[in-house]
Nanobody, 123 residues
Framework: QVQLVESGGGLVQAGGSLRLSCAAS????????MGWYRQAPGKQRELVAV???????NYADSVKGRFTISRDNAKNTVSLQMNSLKPEDTAVYYC?????????????????WGQGTQVTVSS
């Protein structure tokens, strides 16, 4: 019904920057929130940043002041600007969206995930 496609991951040295982007497509009526999660080997998936359709944002404490989330509601895209990257930021980053999906008789809400993009920060 809905697909999320991430881009922008890669290898960067500590202190460098990357910009991740995610585009949502499919039978979308509206998107309540879009954001980013990450998961490192042996660790739980954690919230990195999220933005609601109204522009409210939340960040993990570990990335505050370094990462910035932005969203284009009209294009159903979300981006994550990551600055001052640290080795501990190394993880697979997943785009996530809470979507109202178009249906024939009644729309419904669901959460969708991208396939993930690898971010590796070297020391």
């Amino acid at each position: 019904q809905v697909q999320l496609v991430e881009s922008g991951g890669g290898l960067v040295q500590a202190g460098g920057s990357l910009r991740l982007s995610c585009a949502a497509s499919g039978s979308i009526f509206s998107i309540n929130a879009m954001g980013w999660y990450r998961q490192a080997p042996g660790k739980q998936r954690e919230l990195v940043a999220v933005m609601t359709s109204g522009g409210s944002t939340n960040y993990a404490d570990s990335v505050k002041g370094r990462f910035t989330i932005s969203r284009d509601n009209a294009k159903n895209t979300v981006s994550l600007q990551m600055n001052s990257l640290k080795p501990e930021d190394t993880a697979v980053y997943y785009c996530n969206a809470e979507v109202t999906v178009v249906a024939h008789y009644s729309n419904y809400d669901a959460r969708f995930w991208g396939q993930g993009t690898q971010v590796t920060v070297s020391s």
